[in-house]
Every structure is written in C-alpha cells, then in structure tokens.
C-alpha cells in the first residue's frame, strides 16, 4: 500500500491552534496546567498528553519583527528512533509509514522520550505511558483525514499519499520562491523520510528543526567500539599491571598476607 | 525550566550499578591476575557488586511509568524472551538479569562460608564448592564489565547533543565506574582494618584509572566543543560549570589523584597512612556520583 504522510505548509498557518484543541477532543487527552511562558505559545512543549501544537517563534528580520508559527508533531520518520531504541517492542511501524505505539506494552521506561529527535513524544502522567500522534489512524481506516487537517481552517494542514505530498510541497515551494521567499521542503529525505513533510519559508533551525537529523543509534557502534578498547586498556593497566602475581600460585593457608587481614 | 524525562533516580542507578559490577570485576580480575592472592577482595566485590545491582534494578522499575509492568522488557507478546539488538535498553536489561543470576550465585558460593549463614536452607548447596565459584564468577565478570560500559551507551544512544555528540560516554562511565569500584573496595578495606600495603596498591590501580578518566574527560570535551558546541558550554561555563570544575574535575579527579600521588611519594619513606587513601576514595566516589548527576541533567536542559 502506497505510504501516507501530512504536508504541513506554516506559511499558510496562522497560529489559531484549532489543530491542538482537534488533536486533544479526537484523542481524548486530558487539558495540561500551565503557566505564562512569555509567548502566547501554550503548551510549552509537546507531552503524553499533548501530541501536536503549534510552536510561536519571532524573529527579527532587518529590524521588523517576524512571528512564525509551526505545528509540531511525531514525524513518523523512516528511520524512528524511538522504535529502534524501544526495549519492550512496544512501537511499530506501519507499512503505511505511521510509527504506532502499543499502550498496552509500553511500560513508561522513557527512552522514546529521549531518544526523538524532534522531541515529540511524552510520558503521560495519566496514564503512565508514553505517548505520541498517531496520524488517527482509525479515522484513516475509515476514509477520514486526521483530526489536525479537518480542523485546519487555512488549508495549511492536508494528508494523503506520500507521492503527493510531496509533489504538492515542491509546487508551493517554488510558488513562493517565485514570490521571493527563502522557502525549502523540509523531510523529503531526513531520517530516510519523514511522514510529515514542511513547507518552510526559513531556515529549518529557526522552526526549531534540526538541520541535519540523526537517528538515536548513530553513534552506537563507535561508543562500543571505544568502550570495548577501554576494557582492553584498564584490564592491562591497572589490572594486570599492579595485580599479577608472577609463578607459582601463592601458599593458600593460613597466614598468608591477604588472609591474614580478614 | 527543563523537562527531565530522566531524574535522579536514574543518576543514583547509573552510579551504584557502575560501582557495583566495577567492584565486582575488580575483585575477580586482581584475584585472576594474581594467581589467587587476592581471593578476600573477590568476596568484597561480589559482596559489593551484587547488592548494588539488585539495588539499582529496583531504582529502575520505580522510576517506570508503570512499575508492574517491568516484566515486558524480557518477555514479549507471545510470552517469549525478548532480545532487541537496537535497543541498549534491551541489552542492557539482559546484561544485568545474567549478571544477577551469575553474580547472585557467585555470592552465595561466599555467604555459604560465612558463619551467620550456618544452617540456612538453601546455601547448603554452595557450600565447599571452590569449582562452582570460579565457573559463576567467571561466567558473570564479562556481563560485569559490559554493564559499566552501558550505562553510558545508553546515554548516547539518545538525541540529546551531550550524549550522542562524542563516542566517548560508554568509555568515560567504564572508567568512572571502575575508579569508583576501586575506591568502594579501598573503604571497606580501610574499614576492617586491612593491610596497609593492601590499601596501597588499591590506591595506586586507582590513581592509574583516574589518570586515564582525566585524559577521556578531556578528550569528549574537545570533542563536544566541535561537535556540540552549547552542550560543552553548559559545563565548561554555563549552568553546570561549578559543579563540574568544582564537583567533578578539581574534587573528583585531579584532588585525589593529587593526593595519590602524594601517597605514593611518601610510601616510599615507609609512612603509610591510611587516611590519605581512604579520603581521596571518598573524593573519587563522590565526583563519581557528580558525572552521573550532571551529565545526566546537563544532557536534558539543552535537549
């Protein structure tokens, strides 16, 4: 089956977070208590009980002032690190595209949580899991989009087939470009390909977005490799250095100087 | 403030469970390398090591969002032992589930001897039984060793800059554990007023580990600097930068291998003094503590 994906184009967004409030009432998630954070964003930060909302960002441009909006969620990346890292096998990922977490056998280890690269996934006070957007796939089991695009009121959310998507993207970009935008796809390639595909009209860093992101598991093989040469090293020195006896073992009765000690 | 997926607690497991198998490694490697010399500081590992870990593994499932469900690390769906190779969480699950068994056997081989345990039910079985010690702990020293080298792999196989931005992090918490384990073993030597040439040439293996600890120290912090240039901030002179000069490099590293030294010099004129050792241990645990804590939180603030 072809994969799916969302194009989320923030130069058509406006900020009104009618996708948040979608999100929270199709999934059920409980309201979060915050405080004022100095920005109208709010939540601050995606969480197990907040799976998407939109991040405020102002920026100066030649001395006037820039507000930016970008709606963020889990990615559904190719390459998902929070699946790979996941040491219950709670996360799966569909053939699809969607990167669907289990509830019932994630057991609230937050690994996910650290492992995301672009910090969408959280741990659920209430229900002691973590959790993230799931595209509601049983609204596209149905033939619905998900909540976040049928709310969107300005077209900047649509889902449909990756192909497509991606195609729309690149017209827009190109679109705006024409009109002197410094705009750019975002996830075509990243991670071996997002499911959430950006039309930006900046630099990914100033949405927030790494640049260049790199799964969780990177840099396993070469931690281990180093640490592995480190246990050759300390095995030698100090180890066997200081502590080989050479000959004979030693007379193990009693008297000798060790066990005179205990 | 921060999110802090990751709290304490988790700093508190990553240091015991360093600790604990790093003594238990080291008691057994000195006791190999020396023919059998040092069978007293075998026990002192084991009876270090294993209590620690058991400790560390309940520090883990109370940190889980839902404890009673710890089981799902080992079993899967299907009931069946789950293994991900993806996952150092998943590795290092069964690193310490075949260390308990091995490690917990290779105790009660030594807890047999005891008089205490005279007469309880099932230590009968492991009592006078030198084979049975040397095959458990054997089996059990290189999932000792791989433990030290997990908790800080699995740190960098996360997002976050500080962790994942060097190849170093499973190097340096080998290290710091080890200098750790040593240190452990130096106090309850100093405790039951050991030897004082025994304490000696703990101290001098520990000040071999600090020195290396140093130069790893030093070499994940020129490599952060290019590679995470904020993450290396937040220690050399942000928000952590007290508690890492102060705690960690000048407290933890460079003081007790300062007073090694000095230990060394002055043990040649035959004036041994047990305190110099026993404090720079004291020193090297605590900064030990430190690397976990602020690695751990400094980690998550810029994530």
Redesign the interface.
Known sequence: MAELAMCVDVSKCTGCRGCQVACKQWNGLPAVKTGFSGSYENPPRIGGDTWTRVRFIEKEDSGKMRFLFRKEQCMHCTEASCQAVCAAGAIQKTDRGMVVFNDDRCVGCKNCVVACPFRAIGLSEETGSSRKCRFCYERIENGMEPACAKACPTGAISFGDRGKMLTQAKQRVSDLRGLGVNARVYGENELGGLHVIYVLDDEPEIYGLPANPRAATAGLFDNWLHALAGVGVVAFAPFWLIFRERGKAPDKSAGTEVDGNA | MH?I??PVIIAIYLFVAGDGVAAFY?GI??NT?????????AKIGAYIGVPLIIMGLLL?II????PL??W??VL??NFLP?F?L?????L??WLLTAFTIFGGGYVLTWLAEEDFTRGWPVLKYFTSRPGLRKTLGYLALPFA?LIA?YT??LL?????PMW?GT?????L???SA?SAGLSSIILI?AA????RS?IY?FS???A??DI?ELI?FVMLMIRLSSSAPESAALLLNGEFSTLFWLGIVAFGLVVPLVMEIYELASSKKNVINTVVPVLSAVLILVGSFLTRVVILYAG?AN?
């Open positions: 999110e997926a990751w080291t490697l000195a390398f020396s023919k059998g010399k040092y069978e007293r500081i883990l940190d889980l969002g839902r469900s710890f799902h690390f899967g769906e789950l991900r993806s996952s150092t969480m998943s290092g699950t060793v080298c800080g792999v960098a196989s996360t997002a976050a994942n190849p170093y992090l499973g190097l918490f080998l290290l080890t030597l039951t007023k050991s030897d025994l040439t001098k293996a520990d071999l580990v290396l790893v998550q994530f």
